[in-house]
């Protein structure tokens, strides 16, 4: 484990018996060395009752302990894509402590070629070892994977969402006894919607007692293979489609950057109608810079919204992955002097998937250089942007009112998000604005894209160096700029030679006192996406697709603790701890 606990330990394998892989850790192995698919179709699928269960459902949640190879994900993706209800959307919510690498998941894939299409796919996503969610979405099939990684008590704690199915596959429990405790099984509880069912592969007698004690109904059934028995419990009730979300009628996306974009990519892809709304069109303001990096956030700590940051890149990084205008490259992060660099070493100790300290830079190895405007109109793709200004909305039964200047109102929908970058003010006063600008030069871009505290990277038609930031909306003089870019390019990059300008490009960023975005609920039928400043474009998509969820009654991408960190009021009520009071909840 690195050294604070930010990611989690990878699994230590034995790989001597031709069956597969086995844990040593636990001196267990991750699937049935008589036939493993089958185990999983007989023990998980046909003993939850699937797909029998989600017959005629619009939603349905299923659960696990031990995520392991990803053998039973493969195999509920099957079955799913084979009965899937129409629109039906299915969320798949798991927990692993100790998360395989891709090669060793391929590897252990390749047991099964019936099954290597959707193996290849979910490899191309496959997570890096960070602890907390990680979200995977495969939108054509209605389908999503949140893989928890961390301990199981640890991980259940941050789920919310009612579950309709349990799949309780961790290691034997007299090897694993973290993974069946009462604590856990009171949680699976808690956690279960009325009907739900359960199975696992264990009849041992503390597991039937303590699923009996936290609430459910357990039998035994006829085992698979050599195991003589295995279980089957039901939390009491009847299965049903829980109420779903809050989703009536159209949702509006008001702004057309990439929060805007984002929130459009992830509603659409759960079947939702989308009215697109910009006063002055796709892809401008912040948005509409000439290029930009993709890096993560670096803060040496392990807390929830490090986590959620760190997930939000990594998860930018996979849906941009292929799009047009992103380019997959390293980043060099220059150190401005020995104190930076001491924690840039620092760091890439503690990140060593994402970061490498070279002893003289820091490399970003997943980063990326990209264009916006490309991936903006891309993620929005053929839905209509309407360039009307909003100034206020208003309730209107069973919905919103957006109005304009003139007080008409212009459109009418079930749900309002507002994700105008600063334009968000009028909804949302806490934001700040923080103004800045760019500029191409006419040159040969660096070797590779670097950052210090202006960054340069290749741009069309030449060099990108940028870029400032000034509190307020007012971006300062060009020439002071220009100069100032170059002076810094001169001092951290003396070989990068600068010609004349070709085009600048200025902007207002809205941000917030504390420099984290802002999602979720602002009152009545309107949430909000905003704040993002400089990092819209790594933050915003796993933003999106959380509030997408949570709007459709989904599974959440954040843990319960980030969802805290990055929710609209908790700067109201910071302000009344200090006043001595406490906030209502």
Same mark, same amino acid.
């Given at each position: 484990m ?5 990611y989690?330990?990878?699994?230590d394998?034995?790989w ?10 636990y ?5 049935s060395?008589e036939d493993?698919l089958e185990e999983?179709r007989a ?6 009752g699937?797909p029998?269960?989600?017959a ?7 659960g696990?302990l031990?995520f392991g190879?990803g053998l039973?994900?493969?195999?509920l ?8 209800p129409?629109?039906?959307w ?12 891709r ?6 894939f390749?047991?099964w070629?019936?099954l290597?299409?959707l +193996?290849?796919?979910?490899? =191309?996503?496959? *997570?890096?070892?960070l /602890?907390?969610p990680q @979200? #995977?979405?495969?939108?054509?099939? &209605?389908?999503a994977?949140?893989?928890f990684?961390d301990e199981?008590e640890?991980?259940l704690?941050q789920?919310?969402?009612?579950v ?6 961790g ?6 006894a ?5 604590v856990?099984f009171?949680?699976l509880?808690?956690l279960s919607a ?14 039937r007692?303590?699923?009996?004690? +936290?609430?459910?109904?357990? =039998?035994?059934r *006829?085992?698979?293979? /050599?195991k003589r028995? @295995? #279980?089957?419990?039901?939390w009491? &009730? ?5 109420p779903?979300?809050r ?5 509006a ?8 974009a984002?929130?459009?990519h992830a509603?659409r892809?759960r079947?939702?109608?989308v009215?697109l ?5 796709v892809?401008?303001?912040a948005?509409?810079?000439p290029?930009g ?12 919204h ?15 992955d292929?799009r ?6 390293p980043?060099c992060r ?5 104190r ?6 620092l760091?890439?100790d503690?990140?060593p998937?994402?970061?490498d ?7 970003m190895?997943?980063a990326?250089?990209?264009v916006?405007?490309?991936?903006v109109a ?8 309407h360039p009307?200004?909003?100034?206020r ?10 109005y ?8 009418e ?6 994700a105008?970058?600063c334009?968000a ?6 934001l700040?604005?923080?103004?800045g ?8 871009p660096p070797?590779?894209p670097?950052a210090?505290?202006?960054y340069?990277?290749a ?10 930031h000034e ?10 700029a220009?100069?100032?870019?170059r002076?810094s390019?001169?001092?951290h990059?003396?070989?990068l ?6 085009e600048?490009?200025?902007g207002?960023r809205g ?11 602002l009152?009545?039928?309107t ?5 993002l400043?400089?990092r819209?474009f ?7 697709e959380?509030l997408?969820s ?7 991408a954040l843990?319960?603790?980030a969802?805290?960190?990055?929710a609209?009021g908790?700067?109201?009520e910071?302000?009344?701890r ?8």
């Amino acid at each position: 484990m690195t050294p604070d606990g930010l990611y989690c330990d990878p699994a230590d394998l034995d790989w001597s018996q031709p069956s597969g892989p086995r844990a040593s850790a636990y001196g267990d192995v991750y699937f049935s060395a008589e036939d493993g698919l089958e185990e999983t179709r007989a023990v998980f699928l046909r003993g939850c009752g699937l797909p029998e269960a989600w017959a005629g459902r619009r939603h349905f949640v299923v659960g696990e302990l031990g995520f392991g190879t990803g053998l039973n994900a493969l195999a509920l993706w099957e079955l799913w894509r084979q009965t899937r209800p129409v629109d039906g959307w299915l969320d798949f919510v798991t927990v692993e402590k100790h998360p395989l690498d891709r090669d060793a998941a391929a590897r252990a894939f390749a047991a099964w070629p019936e099954l290597s299409d959707l +193996a290849a796919r979910l490899l =191309a996503q496959w *997570p890096s070892r960070l /602890r907390g969610p990680q @979200r #995977l979405v495969f939108p054509g099939d &209605g389908f999503a994977i949140t893989i928890f990684q961390d301990e199981v008590e640890a991980a259940l704690s941050q789920m919310t969402r009612p579950v309709d199915a349990w799949f309780l596959d961790g290691f034997a429990p007299d090897r694993n006894a973290a993974m069946w405790s009462q604590v856990v099984f009171d949680r699976l509880g808690e956690l279960s919607a009325p009907g739900a069912r359960v199975g696992t592969f264990t009849v041992a007698g503390f597991v039937r007692r303590g699923l009996a004690e +936290a609430g459910f109904q357990v =039998a035994k059934r *006829p085992g698979f293979g /050599r195991k003589r028995e @295995r #279980l089957e419990a039901v939390w009491p &009730g009847q299965a049903g489609d829980i109420p779903a979300g809050r989703v009536d009628g159209p949702v509006a996306v008001l702004g057309a950057g990439i929060a805007g974009a984002s929130l459009l990519h992830a509603l659409r892809g759960r079947g939702v109608e989308v009215v697109l709304i910009d006063s002055v069109g796709v892809a401008t303001g912040a948005s509409g810079a000439p290029a930009g990096l993709l890096t993560p956030r670096l803060e040496k700590a392990d807390r929830p919204h490090v986590r959620a940051t760190l997930a939000a890149f990594d998860y930018a990084r996979r849906l941009y992955d292929g799009r047009p205008g992103f380019h997959a490259e390293p980043v060099c992060r220059l150190p401005k002097d020995q104190r930076e660099a001491e924690r840039f070493a620092l760091l890439a100790d503690w990140m060593p998937d994402h970061l490498d300290w070279t002893g003289e830079a820091l490399m970003m190895l997943t980063a990326g250089r990209f264009v916006p405007q490309k991936l903006v109109a891309d993620l929005i793709g053929p839905t209509e942007c309407h360039p009307v200004r909003i100034v206020r909305s208003e309730p209107l039964d069973g919905g919103v009112g957006l109005y304009d200047a003139d007080g008409r109102c212009r459109f009418e929908v079930g749900h309002l998000v507002v994700a105008a970058g600063c334009g968000a003010q009028d909804f949302y006063p806490e934001l700040q604005a923080s103004a800045g600008q760019l500029a191409v030069f006419d040159g040969r871009p660096p070797e590779r894209p670097a950052a210090w505290g202006h960054y340069a990277c290749a741009a069309p038609g030449g060099v990108l160096v940028g870029a400032t930031h000034e509190r307020g909306d007012q971006v300062g003089p060009e020439d002071e700029a220009e100069a100032g870019f170059r002076a810094s390019v001169a001092d951290h990059l003396p070989g990068l030679a600068l010609g004349a300008v070709r085009e600048r490009w200025q902007g207002v960023r809205g941000t917030t006192p504390d420099r984290l975005p802002v999602v979720g609920d602002l009152a009545g039928q309107t949430s909000i996406l905003a704040g993002l400043g400089s990092r819209g474009f790594a933050h915003a998509p796993l933003l999106a697709e959380d509030l997408a969820s949570e709007l459709t009654g989904g599974v959440a991408a954040l843990a319960s603790t980030a969802r805290d960190a990055l929710a609209p009021g908790r700067f109201a009520e910071r302000r009344l701890r200090r006043a001595g009071q406490s906030p209502a909840r």
